[in-house]
C-alpha cells in the first residue's frame, strides 16, 4: 500500500465516551469507557474496490451502491476490520477481476469501482502512453 506524508499527525486522539460503541454510536450496553482515535490512511482506488467487492463481510447491492453515504459507511467497516496485508490482496483481486472482462466477478468488481469513482472521486490509474509507432520508417527501413 502507498504511503503519504501528511503535514497532520497521521494518529490523533479525541474525547473520552462512555455507552458508545465502536464507532462512536450511542450504545447503552457499551460499559467501559471508550477513547475516540482518527487515523490518517491513504488508500488506493483498487485498494477501495477490492475492500468494498471482496472483503468477506461486505455484500453491497445495487442500491447500496447507489448510495454514497452507505458507500462510505462500508469502507469504514472494512478498514478497521482488516489488516494491511489484507487490503493488499483484496486490491489484487480488484484489480485481476477488472482487467479482464471475462472474470466471473468482473461485472460485480465494474459495478464497485464505478461507485468508488462517483463517490471518492479517485479513478483506476491509467497505463503509461505508449508511444506513437511512425509506420513511414519502417516502410523506408
Same mark, same amino acid.
Given at each position: 500500500?502507498?504511503?503519504?506524508?501528511?503535514?497532520?499527525?497521521?494518529?490523533?486522539?479525541?474525547?473520552?465516551?462512555?455507552?458508545?460503541?465502536?464507532?462512536?454510536? +450511542?450504545?447503552?450496553?457499551?460499559?467501559? #469507557? /471508550?477513547?475516540? =482515535?482518527?487515523?490518517?490512511?491513504? !488508500?488506493?482506488?483498487?485498494?477501495?474496490?477490492?475492500?468494498?467487492?471482496?472483503?468477506?463481510?461486505?455484500?453491497?447491492?445495487?442500491?447500496?451502491?447507489?448510495?454514497?453515504?452507505?458507500?462510505?459507511?462500508?469502507?469504514?467497516?472494512?478498514?478497521?476490520?482488516?489488516?494491511?496485508?489484507?487490503?493488499?490482496?483484496?486490491?489484487?483481486? +480488484?484489480?485481476?477481476?477488472?482487467?479482464? #472482462? /471475462?472474470?466471473? =466477478?468482473?461485472?460485480?468488481?465494474? !459495478?464497485?469501482?464505478?461507485?468508488?469513482?462517483?463517490?471518492?472521486?479517485?479513478?483506476?490509474?491509467?497505463?503509461?502512453?505508449?508511444?506513437?509507432?511512425?509506420?513511414?520508417?519502417?516502410?523506408?527501413?
Amino acid at each position: 500500500m502507498h504511503a503519504s506524508l501528511t503535514a497532520q499527525p497521521s494518529l490523533t486522539t479525541d474525547v473520552v465516551e462512555e455507552n458508545v460503541s465502536l464507532f462512536g454510536e +450511542a450504545d447503552s450496553y457499551e460499559t467501559e #469507557p /471508550r477513547l475516540s =482515535v482518527r487515523v490518517t490512511l491513504s !488508500l488506493r482506488f483498487f485498494d477501495m474496490v477490492g475492500l468494498l467487492a471482496f472483503h468477506p463481510s461486505m455484500m453491497l447491492t445495487t442500491s447500496d451502491l447507489q448510495r454514497s453515504d452507505a458507500l462510505a459507511e462500508a469502507l469504514r467497516f472494512t478498514i478497521v476490520d482488516a489488516d494491511a496485508s489484507q487490503i493488499e490482496g483484496y486490491a489484487e483481486l +480488484a484489480r485481476t477481476a477488472l482487467s479482464s #472482462p /471475462r472474470q466471473p =466477478v468482473y461485472a460485480y468488481a465494474k !459495478l464497485v469501482a464505478e461507485a468508488v469513482t462517483r463517490t471518492f472521486g479517485i479513478t483506476a490509474p491509467q497505463p503509461p502512453a505508449v508511444p506513437a509507432v511512425n509506420t513511414r520508417l519502417f516502410a523506408a527501413a
